[in-house]
Nanobody
């Protein structure tokens, strides 16, 4: 059974940093596309960052330069380091993985099959 689980959310003041981690059980990650997505209050789920099966990294314009996505294939985890957070970053952050090797739009949530339950990130001003 596939399980995707996020950890590391929390509350921080504007300008602060948080790190999120995502673990996946049920298959190995090395060849699959994985991404971080978020849903901010009153808005639709949107992409934050993704790594495709070849290791190419994608960022949403709103987080580029502040967030860093990485993948530890040995540990089977996906990481997101978030620096210089601001209140607009508040939301529920989700990890997702698409366990099929294929060409896809890495920043499109609809491309992903397996999702975690989400972890809350709250940034206060």
């Amino acid at each position: 059974q596939v399980q995707v689980m996020e950890s590391g959310g929390g509350s921080v003041q504007a300008g602060g940093s948080l790190s999120l981690s995502c673990g996946v059980s049920g298959y190995t990650l090395s060849s699959f596309c994985m991404g971080w997505f978020r849903q901010r209050p009153g808005k639709e789920r949107e992409a934050v960052a993704a790594i495709d099966g070849r290791g190419t990294i994608y960022y949403a314009p709103s987080v580029k330069g502040r967030f860093t996505i990485s993948k530890d294939n040995a540990e089977g985890t996906l990481l997101l380091r978030m620096n210089n957070l601001n209140p607009d970053d508040t939301g529920t952050y989700y990890c997702a993985t698409e366990p099929v090797i294929r060409t896809l739009q890495a920043l499109d949530p609809g491309e992903y099959r397996d999702w975690g339950q989400g972890t809350q990130v709250t940034v206060s001003s």
